[in-house]
């Protein structure tokens, strides 16, 4: 099993939820079918009974009925319907979570605990649900998402079924491939002798990856029940976002920062009335042109009002021209084109009691929150970073600086192989850009490396200083097609006289400082 067992999470499946929320009555429901571009998408029960199927072209779905009636699938429409519905989760169970529309997850352990177990729970939250209408609900308990939303399409005459702990394994291999989702995958195991879940967790889980890739290997921890994978949080409201228009258009930050302070206020109330908290939010500021400038904003607790602000600043900041040599103030500095409208939208939100102070107080890391947030309010939004490690062969690449609050986007795996990385232990100090040095032989004689990685004498003096030790050299070549990216070289370890050991680069002539150890 994953070393990070899967959470246990009662999963709520509404059946035919398109259909329920295009027709807004429970079931059942006449002969009906929802099509996109001339394909079926969903349709009842009395449908399926006359041979109507999901995929199906809409021609021959109506050879087959043709009083079937048939409606524009509008998702959007589906998930505006399925918005009251987590709300009235929530009002019983705090912290669902939406996977889709008509489908909702949330942890166990705390309505399961105010019930009485997982399955008192679950009977409690579909009579709560079919007295307020939704009576088709089916409740699945399981160890993870994946196994629970599986149990709950199998939940019997009760509408609920819970699964014991560790039992998903056992639960799951019967199942045919085809709940994975994934087709192709399904029709290649059954040509290999494979056609159940079973049968597919039973193979080599390295062998998986290598064969199948990481997505492979996710499926395959599916088939084995390690469904670990965490909850992404559900959609805001969009009656959370609040927006300010300004009659003259403002063109300094300062004034803008000023006049939306009361729109944060506001929507912090909102979340406030909701029992949520802001953890991602989207500013979009309008200029007297029409144009809108959006931009995404993390946070690493939660937003507050003064938060807000701050990121409307730094967002102002960014539009406006660099400042010139000629000494013009900070407030002709960040003058832009004029603002007539900032619009504030929570774009992922949480419950609140998550984000509670302690008993006796905040802890540790809140008050180093406080603390960096307002230096970095001081110093501007990338004052202040957080590091990273990201692949790459360079020890400059090989960084990734992040201003702190925002979630660092690794485009580079350090995971993966990279030949010619350095291995470790790495230098202490990375020059960034790297410093030119003078790495010449005995005599000042010039180093040069053949094709072969042969030197043409050993390094004797690094700057000025004597070289007791050195090794390599190893070659680094990359972006070869791409003549704007490439580089070739050697790398270089040097041990000077001061004891100062040096990882140097050697390319085209010229000897480059990349880092110094410690």
């Not at 579909?126 to 308990?141: F, N, T």
């Not at 063109?251 to 109330?269: K, P």
């Amino acid at each position: 099993m994953d070393a990070l067992a899967p959470l246990r999470m009662h999963v709520l499946w509404f059946p035919d939820w398109p259909l329920r929320a295009a027709l807004g009555a429970a079931p059942p429901h006449p002969p009906t079918a929802l099509v996109h571009g001339n394909v079926i998408t969903a349709c009842t029960d009395s449908a399926r009974a006359h041979g109507v199927r999901v995929g199906q072209r809409r021609r021959l779905a109506q050879g087959r009925l043709p009083a079937l009636r048939m409606l524009p699938h509008d998702t959007a429409q589906d998930e505006r319907a399925f918005r009251p519905v987590l709300r009235l989760i929530e009002a019983h169970a705090p912290g669902v979570h939406l996977l889709r529309p008509g489908l909702a997850a949330l942890r166990s352990r705390g309505i399961s605990r105010y019930h009485g177990s997982e399955e008192q729970a679950a009977a409690a939250l579909r009579q709560i649900l079919g007295e307020a209408g939704y009576p088709e609900v089916r409740i699945g308990v399981a160890d993870g998402a994946f196994t629970a939303e599986l149990a709950a399409r199998g939940s019997g005459d009760e509408g609920w079924a819970v699964i014991p702990p560790g039992d998903a394994e056992s639960f799951l291999a019967p199942l045919p491939l085809e709940v994975l989702g994934e087709p192709e995958l399904a029709e290649l195991l059954r040509r290999l002798g494979v056609g159940t879940l079973g049968g597919f967790a039973a193979l080599d889980a390295l062998s998986v990856r290598e064969r199948f890739g990481e997505q492979g290997a996710r499926l395959h921890a599916l088939a084995r029940g390690a469904d670990s994978r965490p909850l992404t949080p559900r959609a805001p409201d969009p009656q959370l976002s609040r927006r300010v228009e300004f009659e003259t258009p403002l063109g300094q930050s300062d004034q803008i920062a000023f006049a939306v302070r009361q729109t944060a206020d506001a929507v912090m109330l909102a979340l406030a009335d909701a029992s949520l908290v802001c953890t991602e939010v989207r500013i979009d500021l309008t200029d007297d042109d029409g144009a809108v400038t959006s931009r995404t904003w993390l946070h690493p607790t939660c937003f507050d009002a003064p938060d807000l602000v701050d990121r409307v600043r730094w967002q102002l900041e960014s539009l406006a021209p660099p400042a010139s040599d000629s000494g013009q103030d900070s407030d002709a500095a960040h003058a832009f084109r004029g603002i007539v409208g900032v619009r504030i939208a929570p774009v992922a939100v949480d419950d609140a009691a998550h984000h509670q102070p302690g008993l006796f107080g905040s802890g540790t890391d809140e008050r180093l929150h406080h603390a960096v947030s307002r230096v970095q309010t001081m110093l501007g939004h990338a004052g202040v970073t957080t590091a990273s490690v990201s692949g790459g062969r360079m020890l400059a690449d090989r960084q990734l600086l992040t201003p702190w609050g925002e979630r660092p986007v690794v485009e580079r795996d350090p995971g993966r192989p990279w030949p010619g990385n350095l291995p470790d232990p790495l230098p202490a100090e990375v020059f960034t850009p790297m410093r030119p040095v003078h790495v010449t032989g005995a005599g000042g004689a010039v180093i040069s490396v053949d094709a072969r990685g042969a030197l043409s004498c050993p390094p004797a003096l690094v700057d000025d200083s004597e070289v007791i030790g050195w090794a390599g050299p190893w070659p680094v070549h990359e972006h070869r097609w791409d003549a704007a990216r490439a580089r070739s070289g050697e790398r270089f370890q040097l041990l000077d006289r001061q004891h100062r050991a040096w990882l140097v680069f050697h390319s085209g002539g010229s000897w480059w400082a990349e880092g110094r150890y410690r």
